[in-house]
């Protein structure tokens, strides 16, 4: 799979996993909602219950910005399985004006936040390394990001 065919498949994803590493070296991996903008990736720490908000992946993000992104899809008909990871570099955001983009574009794809404009902080991601993979029986997403 070609990068624009990885970038296209992982936009088209609703849900991707953020895999961080912590002081220990252990991965530490969770469900995220995002954005995809070109080589940008944007998610942001939002309402849904979380007992802190100073989050695991935050903090990992601060000691080591290196992060790889995960989307997929299991189906029984093999041929149709595929997966799009994304490597970069995290950056944590907390500045109103330098987060109000990245929200905008998160509200701009999930209903959900229409209603409740995460807060953030939010993490942008540039991409530097786009790999994946598409069975034979799943056509190819077209996309203009």
């Excluded at 624009?4 to 088209?12: E, T, Y």
């Excluded at 969770?30 to 992946?57: C, G, M, N, W, Y």
């Excluded at 041929?79 to 987060?99: I, P, Q």
């Amino acid at each position: 799979m070609d990068e624009a065919a990885a970038r296209a498949r992982l936009a088209a994803a609703r849900v991707a996993r953020l895999a961080t590493v912590g002081d220990d070296g252990r991965p530490h991996v969770v469900p995220i909602t995002f954005a995809v903008e070109d080589d940008l990736v944007f998610t942001a720490v939002d309402h849904k219950p979380k007992s802190t908000r100073r989050l695991q992946r935050l903090r990992n993000i601060a000691r080591n910005p290196r992060v790889a992104l995960l989307a997929d899809e299991y189906v029984d008909d093999w041929t149709r399985l595929w997966w799009v990871r994304a490597d970069g570099v995290a950056t944590v955001v907390e500045d109103a004006e330098r987060m109000r983009h990245p929200i905008d574009a998160l509200v701009a794809r999930y209903p959900q936040y229409r209603e409740h404009r995460p807060e953030g902080p939010v993490i942008v991601i540039r991409v530097d390394a786009w790999s994946g993979w598409a069975g034979t029986g799943h056509p190819p997403i077209v996309s203009a990001v």
